[in-house]
C-alpha cells in the first residue's frame, strides 16, 4: 500500500504543477503581461493555427477502458487518450538525456508500466511490451520536438514541461551540439530522404484509420483498382497513401498509381492460381520486396513482421517457403547417399588393406625380397622421364599399385612448389583398380585418390618407385609416345593451324595434346645458361595456362625461349634461368645460387640488362638488373614496402649482391635496388601472366629507351584488363 501510495503522490504532485501552466508562453518571463491583458475577440485575434501546449494528464478516479488487436495496437474510443496518457507519463518518468531506449534501465521501465497499469484496465502484462513500445515512440517524439521548437529557436521549455529541471536541459542541449550526435543525426536525415512514399495518417495510424476507410470504401466512391485488391494489408498501405482534393474526394499521387497497378496484376495472378504465396508473403511483398522484421509496411511502425504477417517461421529470421523446403530435403537427401557411399568405400578400403598384408603379389614381393626395390639408389641417375613401377606407400611397401613414368629431381619443383622431402615427380599411366580409392601420397586440390591421378603428374615417396626392368643399370630411354626434343632458342616451328578465331585454335591444340602428355625441350648454349638446358613441359601445365590458372615455371621458362628468340637484333638483355634461382634454392642452396649468378655474369658481360622471373613463396616476381648503371629494379605484382621490404624480403637480391661483388665489380657502388611501382593483379593467381607481360614490354620496348640511373619505365599501378 505504501508503494502505490507513494506513486498516486507523484502523479498528483505532476498533475497540480501541469494546471498551473495550462497556458502557452511564446517566450519566457510573459505570464504576468498575458494575464494583464483583456483578451481580444476573435474577429480581431490573428490567423493562424493555435499553438500547441503541453498535454494534462485527465482526472480519473477508475481505470479507463483501452482494447487491443491481434497485432498489439491500441485501438478503439479511447486511442488517442491512450496514447496521449502515455506520452505525458513517459516524459515524467524517463529521462531525456538517455540515448536511446534501450539504455533506460529495466526499473524505470517497469515502474512506468505500472503507472499506466493503475490508471488503465489490464487484466495481466500481456500488452505490457506493446504499451511501452508506445512509449517509446512518444519519448523520441519528445526529445525532437524539444530539438525542433525549443533548442533550435531557443526557446526555454522549463515553464511549460515542469518535470524538466535546468541541469537536465543543459545536458540534453550539450549532447545535441556535440559532434558524435550530429553524426548520428545527418545519418537518421539521410535514410528519412530514403523514404519513396511516406503514410499520411496522422496519429491515429493505419487501425484508427479502418474504420473510416471502410466506410469510404463501402460507399463506392474510391478508384476502381482499389477494390480489386482483396489483401487488407495491401489495401491499407495504399489508402494510408491517398491524398484528398478540394472537395475532399480521394486521389492516388503519381508515386502511387505504378504499385497500384502492380498489386492489382499480383492479386490477379493469385485469383487465377498463377501464384501461390508462401508464407510471410502476399501480394504486397510481392510488389515491394520483404518486410523488415521490425516492423511491417501496412500495419504499423511497433508491430514486427513475425506479428503481423501470418505464416512467418516464429523459430527463425528468415522466412522459409516449401519450394526451400523441397531444395533444403533434396540436398539433405544426397548428402546422406553420399555418406553412405562414403561409408561403403572406406569399409572396402580397410578390407583391402587387411587382405593386402595378407596376399602379397607373388612376382612384387619376389623382387623385393631378391633386393630389386635398390633401383631408389638408380633414380638419382636418370635424366628423362623414365619408366617405373609405383608401390603401394601404405601398409606392406610391396604392393604394385600402378605405373608410369618417373621424372629427374631437376629444380626440386612441382606445379612451381617445391618437392616434399624424399619424393619425386610421377606420372601415373595406369592403376591397379584394385587400388582405385587408395589415397595418393600427396593430395592436391584436383587429385586425392589413385583413380583420379591417372595422366596426371603427382608426387610419390622415393623407396616406392621401382624402375622397370628393362631401365635397371641401363641409360633411360624416353617413353614412345613422347615427341622428341625441340632445341633452339624458342619452341620448334611448325606448320600452323588455319584457324577462323582463337576459340577453335585453343580446342585444336587440346586435341593435339590429348595423346601427348610431355613435351621435351632444351634451350640452346646461352639461352638461359652457359651450357644447354633441357626440361619438360607437361599436358597438364599447357591446359593451365590455357584455362587462366596458375602458371608453371615450365611455363614462364619457354616464353624466356620465345622472347629470346624474336629478339635477337639489337637485344641488350639476357635472360636467367627461374629453375636456378627460385626462393627454395636460394634459401636451401645459396651457394649453387650464387655460383649460377657469377657465371651468368661472365657470359653475359656484354648485355645491358639481366631479366631474372623469380618465384618465391608461390608468387612469382620480376627482377630486372642493369649491369652498367647499377640500378635494379623489382617488380611484383602484389607490392607491399611494409610487408615486403626490398633490403630483407626478397632472398634474390642478397645473392645478387654477393654474386656481384664476386665477379669482381667495384663494392664501393653497389647495385641501388628499387621496389618498381608497376601494375597490380585484382586477384591471387595472376603473378604468373603479370612476370610474362612485363617480359614482353621490356624486350620489345623498354630496353631500348633505358638511359638513366634514376628513370624507369614503370609507373603504373593499374590492373592489366
Not at 608497376?678 to 617480359?695: A, F, H, I, S
Amino acid at each position: 500500500m505504501a508503494y502505490f501510495s507513494r506513486i498516486w503522490t507523484t502523479d498528483m504532485k505532476i498533475h497540480l504543477k501541469i494546471g498551473l501552466y495550462r497556458q502557452y508562453f511564446s517566450k519566457p518571463g510573459t505570464m504576468n503581461d498575458q494575464q494583464q491583458q483583456p483578451p481580444q475577440p476573435p474577429e480581431l485575434q490573428p490567423p493562424g493555427r493555435k499553438k500547441r501546449t503541453a498535454t494534462q494528464l485527465k482526472n480519473s478516479e477508475e481505470p479507463q477502458e483501452i482494447d487491443f488487436n491481434h497485432n498489439g495496437q491500441h485501438s478503439g474510443d479511447n486511442q488517442i487518450g491512450f496514447r496521449n496518457e502515455c506520452g505525458v507519463l513517459t516524459r515524467s518518468h524517463i529521462s531525456i538525456n538517455y540515448q536511446t531506449w534501450k539504455k533506460v534501465p529495466k526499473a524505470e521501465r517497469d515502474m512506468l508500466w505500472l503507472t499506466i497499469k493503475r490508471r488503465w484496465k489490464f487484466q495481466n502484462n500481456e500488452h505490457k511490451e506493446d504499451v511501452l513500445k508506445v512509449c517509446n515512440t512518444a519519448w523520441k517524439s519528445f526529445k525532437k520536438r524539444l530539438k525542433r521548437d525549443f533548442m533550435d529557436k531557443e526557446r526555454d521549455p522549463l515553464p511549460i514541461f515542469p518535470y524538466l529541471d535546468p541541469g537536465t536541459w543543459e545536458k540534453f542541449k550539450a549532447e545535441r551540439y556535440s559532434k558524435e550526435f550530429k553524426v548520428i543525426s545527418d545519418k537518421a536525415r539521410a535514410n528519412a530522404k530514403l523514404q519513396k512514399n511516406p503514410a499520411r495518417l496522422g496519429p491515429h495510424g493505419y487501425q484508427g484509420k479502418r474504420a473510416q476507410w471502410e466506410k469510404d470504401i463501402a460507399s463506392g466512391g474510391l478508384a476502381s483498382e482499389l477494390y480489386k485488391i482483396k489483401s487488407q494489408r495491401s489495401r491499407d498501405y495504399v489508402m494510408g497513401r491517398l491524398s484528398k482534393d478540394e472537395s475532399g474526394s480521394y486521389k492516388t499521387p503519381p508515386n502511387i498509381q505504378p504499385i497500384l497497378t502492380e498489386l492489382v496484376d499480383v492479386e490477379a495472378q493469385i485469383s487465377q492460381g498463377d501464384w501461390v504465396p508462401g508464407p510471410g508473403e502476399d501480394s504486397l511483398t510481392a510488389v515491394l520486396g520483404r518486410e523488415h522484421p521490425g516492423w511491417t509496411r501496412g500495419v504499423g511502425h511497433t508491430v514486427g513482421v513475425r506479428k503481423a504477417m501470418l505464416g512467418f517461421d516464429q523459430n527463425k529470421k528468415k522466412m522459409q517457403d516449401k519450394e526451400a523446403m523441397d531444395e533444403m530435403r533434396a540436398k539433405m537427401e544426397n548428402m546422406t547417399n553420399r555418406m553412405e557411399d562414403m561409408t561403403n568405400q572406406i569399409t572396402l578400403l580397410k578390407t583391402m588393406i587387411q587382405e593386402s598384408r595378407k596376399q602379397v603379389d607373388v612376382n612384387v614381393s619376389s623382387e623385393v625380397q631378391n633386393g630389386s626395390r635398390d633401383s631408389t639408389s638408380a633414380l638419382d641417375s636418370i635424366m628423362d622421364p623414365t619408366p617405373c613401377e609405383l608401390m603401394l606407400p601404405y601398409g606392406a611397401m610391396d604392393q604394385k599399385c600402378a605405373t608410369g613414368l618417373v621424372f629427374p629431381y631437376g629444380n626440386g619443383l612441382i606445379h612451381s612448389l617445391p618437392l616434399s622431402e624424399n619424393h619425386l615427380k610421377v606420372m601415373i599411366d595406369q592403376i591397379n583398380t584394385k587400388f582405385q580409392v587408395f589415397p595418393v601420397p600427396v593430395a592436391t586440390d584436383e587429385v586425392n585418390d589413385l583413380q583420379g591421378a591417372v595422366g596426371q603428374i603427382i608426387q610419390w615417396p622415393r623407396n616406392g618407385i621401382v624402375l622397370t626392368k628393362a631401365q635397371r643399370g641401363k641409360q633411360p630411354v624416353l617413353s614412345s609416345n613422347l615427341p622428341q626434343p625441340t632445341v633452339g632458342g624458342g619452341i620448334k616451328k611448325n606448320t600452323p593451324i588455319q584457324m577462323n578465331n582463337k576459340s577453335r585454335a585453343v580446342e585444336a591444340l587440346r586435341e593435339q595434346l590429348k595423346n601427348i602428355p610431355l613435351i621435351r625441350l632444351v634451350a640452346d648454349y646461352g639461352v638461359l645458361e652457359a651450357g644447354t638446358f633441357e626440361f619438360w613441359v607437361a599436358r597438364d601445365e599447357i591446359f593451365c595456362l590455357l584455362n587462366k590458372e596458375k602458371l608453371d615455371i615450365t611455363i614462364i621458362t619457354v616464353w624466356q625461349m620465345i622472347l629470346h628468340s624474336v629478339a635477337r637484333m639489337k637485344n641488350k638483355c639476357a635472360f636467367l634461368n627461374p629453375h636456378r634461382i627460385h626462393g627454395t634454392e636460394c634459401q636451401e642452396n645459396p651457394e649453387n645460387v650464387i655460383s649460377y649468378l657469377v657465371e651468368a655474369m661472365r657470359i653475359y658481360q656484354g648485355k645491358q640488362f639481366l631479366v631474372a622471373p623469380y618465384l618465391q613463396s608461390e608468387h612469382w616476381v620480376l627482377l630486372v638488373i642493369c649491369t652498367r648503371n647499377r640500378t635494379g629494379y623489382i617488380l611484383d605484382s602484389l607490392r607491399s614496402p611494409t610487408l615486403k621490404p626490398v633490403d630483407t624480403y626478397y632472398l634474390l637480391k642478397k645473392h645478387v649482391d654477393t654474386a656481384f661483388a664476386r665477379y669482381g665489380k667495384d663494392i664501393s657502388n653497389p647495385i641501388s635496388w628499387t621496389l618498381a611501382e608497376c601494375n597490380q593483379q585484382p586477384g591471387d593467381w595472376e603473378c604468373g601472366y603479370y612476370v610474362m607481360k612485363w617480359m614482353l614490354d621490356f624486350v620489345m620496348s623498354g630496353q631500348h629507351g633505358f638511359l638513366s640511373r634514376t628513370a624507369t619505365p614503370w609507373n603504373d599501378e593499374t590492373s592489366f584488363s
